[in-house]
C-alpha cells in the first residue's frame, strides 16, 4: 500500500528546523524511482473525474512531484515561486509563518480566467502556504480544483483552512 510505502521511505529528522520539530525529509523517496513513479500514478489517481487546467505546485519541494503529475495529466505545470525569483511580472500573496512573514508569487500571465487549477506541494502542515497559493489562482481569475498533497500533517488541522475553496484534498500519507 503506498501509504505504508510513503511512511517507510520517509526520513524523520528531530529538531529540525528547530528544537521540537520533527521533519518530515522526503529525499529518501527521491533516490527510489520506482516509488517515485508509484507516488506520481497515485497523485494522479485520487483526481479521477476531477476537471484539472493546469497543475501549480509550489517552490521548492511542490517542484518534486508537480512536474511529473502535471505530465501524467497531460495538462500544463505552473510554478508558483518564493518572492523574487520570476522573472517576468507577477502577482504576489504574503502569508504568516510562526514568525514572521513569507510572500509568493506566480506570473501574471501562469493562468487563464476561469481555469481550474490543482496546487500541488508535498506536504500540508498549516495550509497557510496553500491558502496563499488558492489566493494568488484567485487573484488572476482561476479557480481552485483541489489539492494533492504527498504528506497531509493532520492534527494541524491545515484541511480546514481549504474548505472554503475546495472541498477536492487529497493526499497520500497523513499522520
Ligand atoms: C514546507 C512544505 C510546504 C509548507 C507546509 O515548505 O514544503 O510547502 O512548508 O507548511 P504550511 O502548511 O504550514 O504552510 P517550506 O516553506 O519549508 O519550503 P521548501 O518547500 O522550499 O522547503
Ligand atoms: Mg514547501
Redesign the pocket.
Known amino acids: 500500500m503506498i501509504e505504508s510505502k510513503i511512511k517507510s521511505t520517509v526520513r524523520d529528522v528531530p529538531d529540525f528546523p528547530k528544537q521540537g520539530i520533527t521533519f518530515k525529509d522526503i529525499t529518501p523517496i527521491l533516490k527510489d524511482p520506482a516509488l517515485c513513479q508509484e507516488i506520481t500514478a497515485a497523485l494522479a489517481g485520487r483526481l479521477k473525474g476531477l476537471d484539472i487546467d493546469v497543475v501549480a505546485g ?5 517542484f518534486l512531484f508537480g512536474p511529473a503529475l502535471a505530465q501524467l495529466l497531460n495538462v500544463p505545470f505552473v510554478p508558483i515561486r518564493k518572492a523574487g525569483k520570476l522573472p517576468y511580472k507577477t502577482v504576489q500573496q504574503s502569508y504568516d509563518l510562526e514568525y514572521g512573514t513569507a510572500t509568493i508569487e506566480v506570473h501574471e500571465d501562469a493562468l487563464l480566467k476561469g481555469q481550474h487549477v490543482l496546487i500541488h ?10 491558502v496563499a497559493a488558492s489566493e494568488l489562482v484567485k487573484q488572476l481569475g482561476a479557480e481552485v480544483a483541489g489539492y494533492s498533497f504527498i504528506i497531509a500533517l493532520e492534527f494541524l488541522n ?1 484541511k480546514a483552512r481549504l474548505t472554503p475553496y475546495s472541498d477536492n484534498i487529497f493526499s497520500l500519507a497523513a499522520y
Open positions: 509550489i517552490e521548492s519541494r511542490g506541494d508535498d506536504l500540508l502542515a498549516t495550509g497557510g502556504t496553500v491545515g
